[in-house]
């Protein structure tokens, strides 16, 4: 069971005239059915994620209006399902997030841009780039400029984005080449509202079916000799066609300023944090209003040469506003001033840091220099003041703490079925010694952080077991790769399993398998437990193990000879497992799968079921756990073989005793790691467990009634 996105199907449904609330991404997807989208598909990730999830589950609104969504294997096959632009007049859309995703696209994007596209081919990336990204800092950009396409990077503002997509569609058709569509964090969550428009039917759809294909067009083959054409029409024509439809059509915005002498060119997503700066400096005002003129590049590839030029000449000094590295942007600007001698002072990377995200304090510390050098005075003073309180607060602060805060990295999910596997890896490795780790990309990353720190290294989704190797060989013990099922299927089993089969390398696979791609948000694979399953009771499902069986089948398909599933929360057993594993004397690959559904799906899935229960007046079993504070030692061993964040410390009661005991704290979810922690590591007996029972029998409500008397009246008065 998915998150339900049913509110905002409704917003895809609005019609001519009617006003849109919310988000951004909402937006975007709201454009691109006004757009007449023929096909949309894409790969989850943070944070487009919701673009597919609400096209996903709006698939009978896509069948009413013809439109084809397929939640694609990975972003290589988002990318690839774009080849449908090559020779038909079909409009599509791709998502996912950069710069992994594009990463993993890159091969269908290099074959899609060369022969070019005849239908609008838009790919929406979301560019996780910052403070809040969850991949490494890279640029699309990149990719932008080696495969000549678009780069649309809108102004963040519902009506702007919403044009923008409507523009890229038109922009790929008129050059036919693909556009991409970056969307920063921000962008995406954006809020705000913009008068709808009537979707569009596409022409050709899964309702109005093409007759025959195409006929046959060695053009539109990415081979050689014709990819040599095809360079050629990149600069000569498609580049040029680009240029001219993004003047004509005022795709980049010019915003006038008092200072005629002076101006900012920049990279249209960062224009609300621009001009947030701008205002402490006295620069702007609250409406948007720059008292610099603005040079806005909803599109950031190819630039306008002659727009740009145009925007520098007469003026003392104009900076970049560019995020991130290498500075593309400002160093083709400074070549196409050089070679028509615009003596403008530029500046950009010079007054502005390198890397990191460009926040409003960043900029304003940018523009403070740019200000110091051409508006001396009142601006100056003012940004100084504000970034001085900001530092002074800070410090404040920083003054009443006797030490720095303590780091809380991100962890697991309270309950989550993936910690009780470390903690069993945390055993077997006392056992039989340190092993090299290939962690991977998903939840289980967050087995990277104490209390557990395992992990060499991250390749990329799925890619662990590619990523050991060049180790395993070199190693007396086996080292150990891990990777959800959601890694599996985008990439691990071609890039890891294959070949470690093919190689007959002796290496030892953990697969996650918790049924979603968790990570992500939850969504679903091919491997995701039926709708029986779903239906389950909550009891039934907790001992229920091979619910879907198709990562097991796959593997044996493939060759695979050692294979055991295990329950993850069995820590005694995957413990055992994970020893046999690693001093098997097969000399194959040897895969366990640990089963365990994703914590926070099961809540989901088992929350209407129990209220239903609860409002039948039908009995239900809580389950929670406990610490004896009078048994604890206070050694803490428990702590660090689980990491739960509900399983932490308070004073010891005992007047006696210094050091502070382990107590469980509300949001314990009752998932029984404490007890099986405890058994499998010989710990303390301090750990109980204790049954939370709502709408008792009769029965049992006597039983407790006789037994509370009975301990009352054991107790000394
Ligand atoms: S989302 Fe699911 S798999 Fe991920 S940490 Fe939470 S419970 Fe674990
Ligand atoms: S039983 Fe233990 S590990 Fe599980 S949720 Fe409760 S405190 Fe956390």
């Not at 009142?378 to 009443?400: F, I, M, S, T």
């Not at 069993?424 to 991977?440: N, R, S, Y």
């Amino acid at each position: 069971m998915e998150v339900s996105f049913a509110r905002e199907i409704e917003s895809l449904r609005l019609r001519q005239g009617q006003t849109f609330h919310g988000e951004g991404i909402l937006a975007i997807t709201k454009a691109l059915l006004q757009s007449g989208v023929a096909y949309v598909g894409g790969y989850q990730g943070a944070p487009v994620s919701h673009l597919l999830d609400v096209m996903v589950q709006a698939k009978p609104y896509m069948d009413e209006l013809g439109v084809h969504v397929e939640a694609c294997a990975n972003e290589a096959s988002a990318a690839a399902m774009l080849g449908a632009s090559i020779h038909y007049p079909l409009r599509g859309a791709v998502t996912w997030k950069s710069i992994v995703g594009t990463n993993v696209a890159s091969d269908a994007l290099s074959n899609l841009s060369s022969p070019g596209v005849k239908g609008g081919a838009l790919i929406v990336v979301g560019e996780d780039y910052g403070e809040g990204a969850s991949v490494i800092q890279e640029r699309t950009h990149a990719y932008a400029l080696k495969s000549s396409m678009c780069l649309l990077d809108p102004r963040p503002d519902l009506g702007v984005m919403v044009r923008m997509v409507e523009e890229g569609f038109r922009l790929s058709e008129t050059s036919n080449m693909p556009c991409l569509l970056e969307l920063r964090i921000r962008a995406c969550h954006v809020r705000g509202s913009f008068e709808a428009k009537d979707n569009v039917a596409p022409a050709v759809s899964t309702r109005a079916l093409m007759e025959n294909p195409a006929g046959f067009d060695y053009m539109k083959l990415a081979h050689p000799p014709v990819t040599f054409r095809q360079e050629k029409l990149k600069g000569e024509e498609r580049i040029p066609a680009a240029r001219n439809y993004i003047a004509e059509q005022g795709l980049n915005e010019l915003m006038p300023g008092k200072h005629a002498d002076l101006g900012i060119i920049v990279q249209g997503g960062l224009y609300n944090s621009l001009v947030r700066s701008l205002q402490q400096l006295g620069l702007a005002d609250a409406f948007g209003e720059s008292d610099i003129p603005l040079l806005v590049l909803n599109v950031t590839y190819p630039l306008v040469p002659e727009q740009v030029a145009d925007f520098c000449i007469g003026k003392r000094g104009v900076i970049v506003v560019e995020e991130g590295q290498p500075e593309y942007i400002e160093q083709e600007i400074a070549t196409l001033l050089r070679r028509r001698d615009i003596q403008t002072r530029l500046h950009g990377k010079d007054m502005l840091p390198a890397a990191g995200e460009y926040s409003v304090e960043v900029l304003a510390q940018g523009l403070t220099h740019f200000a110091a050098s051409y508006l001396p005075g009142p601006a100056v003073e003012a940004a100084k003041r504000w970034l001085d309180g900001n530092r002074q607060r800070r410090d404040a602060v920083a003054a009443q703490l006797h030490k720095p805060l303590p780091i809380r990295p991100p962890s697991f999910c309270i309950g989550c079925p993936e910690r009780p596997v470390f903690s069993a890896l945390k055993m077997t490795q006392q056992d039989i010694g340190p092993v090299h780790i290939a962690a991977d990309i998903g939840c289980h990353a967050f087995g990277t952080f104490e209390p557990f720190s395992m992990g060499h290294s991250i390749l990329g989704y799925g890619m662990s077991l590619a990523s050991r190797a060049g180790v395993s060989p070199m190693m007396q013990r086996r080292t150990l790769s891990i990777m959800g099922d959601g890694g599996f299927w985008h990439n691990g089993l071609l890039t890891g399993v294959q070949s470690a089969l093919f190689n007959n390398d002796d290496a030892v696979l953990l697969i996650f398998k918790n049924g979603y791609s968790s990570a992500t948000g939850t969504q679903n694979l091919i491997s995701t437990p039926g709708s029986a399953f779903a239906e389950m009771s909550a009891s039934r499902v907790a001992s229920q193990t091979h619910t879907n069986t198709t990562i097991e089948s796959t593997l044996q398909g493939l060759g695979v000879q050692w294979l055991r599933t295990v329950h993850t929360y069995h820590v005694d057993q995957m413990k055992a497992t994970l020893k046999d594993a690693f001093t098997s004397d097969y000399d194959g690959l040897k895969v366990i799968v640990a089963e365990g559904e994703c914590q926070l799906e099961r809540q989901r899935r088992i929350k209407p079921w129990i209220a239903n229960l609860l409002k039948k007046g039908e009995r239900v079993v809580r389950v929670k756990y406990g610490v004896d504070e009078d048994v604890c030692n206070g050694d803490h061993a428990c702590i660090r073989l689980s990491g739960c964040p509900t399983l932490t410390i308070k004073d010891n009661p005992d007047p006696l005793k210094v050091d502070p005991v382990a107590t469980v704290i509300d949001g314990c979810v009752g998932c029984g790691l404490c007890g099986e922690n405890a058994h499998a590591a010989t710990l303390c007996p301090s750990f109980y467990r204790a049954e939370v029972i709502q709408n008792p029998k009769w029965y049992e409500r006597l039983f407790e009634g006789v037994r509370g008397a009975l301990v009352r009246a054991l107790q000394p008065a």
